[in-house]
T-cell receptor
Framework: AQSVSQHNHHVILSEAASLELGCNYS??????LFWYVQYPGQHLQLLLK??????LVKGIKGFEAEFIKSKFSFNLRKPSVQWSDTAEYFC??????????FGPGTRLSVLP | DTAVSQTPKYLVTQMGNDKSIKCEQN?????MYWYKQDSKKFLKIMFS???????INETVPNRFSPKSPDKAHLNLHINSLELGDSAVYFC???????????????FGPGTRLLVL
């Protein structure tokens, strides 16, 4: 079964700083990859997803992620964060015949 | 026009009680899920139903029983509630059968359960 790890438990940034959240998965076969965001007190919303094709995917709110197959990674990036990006970010992996698996989450706090 | 809805939003109850959480999706999806998110925000799948049929049943106490009257509804009934059941429970749905590639999950707003 696949597993998902996220490098940072809690990231604190100032507004306008650049963001990169790490995500690695363990599964040798074909996977679909996702980033979800959970704003305080709210449900999970899909930020972006990778199924196939261009490994650099763009999502909502200026986020993007790059799939690097050789590194089993799918890191999330944003060039300039805003206070409103404060949230919990979850990486998730879906492989054929496997459950949808979420990483442990990374809490992002953006200071105004 | 809510896609995935849950009721109630908050649930406070005493240990030993029995409670139910309801979930409905109007997306026409075939598969629905229940997840538990603990106090550390860790998300764990509990159940998955595809067209009213149980597909995934992770290691969950049998006090938890899902019921799917039709493919748009997946309710969660919990017997003899315990302190450790306190968590946020999320319902989700996806268009494909669980385990299929190309699956995106859409989440409900969550039900915050507090057992006293």
């Amino acid at each position: 079964a696949q597993s998902v790890s996220q490098h940072n438990h809690h990231v604190i940034l100032s507004e306008a700083a650049s963001l990169e959240l790490g995500c690695n998965y363990s599964y040798g076969g074909t996977v679909n990859l996702f980033w979800y965001v959970q704003y305080p007190g709210q449900h999970l919303q899909l930020l972006l997803k990778y199924f196939s094709g261009d490994p650099l995917v763009k999502g909502i709110k200026g986020f993007e992620a790059e799939f690097i197959k050789s590194k089993f990674s799918f890191n999330l990036r944003k060039p300039s964060v805003q206070w409103s990006d404060t949230a919990e970010y979850f990486c998730a992996v879906n492989a054929y015949g496997q459950n949808f698996v979420f990483g442990p989450g990374t809490r992002l706090s953006v200071l105004p | 026009d809510t896609a995935v809805s849950q009721t109630p939003k908050y649930l406070v109850t005493q240990m030993g009680n029995d409670k139910s959480i309801k979930c409905e999706q109007n997306l026409g999806h075939d598969t629905m899920y229940w997840y538990k998110q603990d106090s550390k925000k860790f998300l764990k799948i509990m159940f998955s139903y595809n067209n009213k049929e149980l597909i995934i049943n992770e290691t969950v106490p049998n006090r938890f029983s899902p019921k799917s009257p039709d493919k748009a509804h997946l309710n969660l009934h919990i017997n003899s509630l315990e302190l450790g059941d306190s968590a946020v429970y999320f319902c989700a749905s996806s268009p494909l059968a669980s385990g299929g590639l190309g699956e995106t999950q859409y989440f409900g707003p969550g039900t915050r359960l507090l057992v006293l």
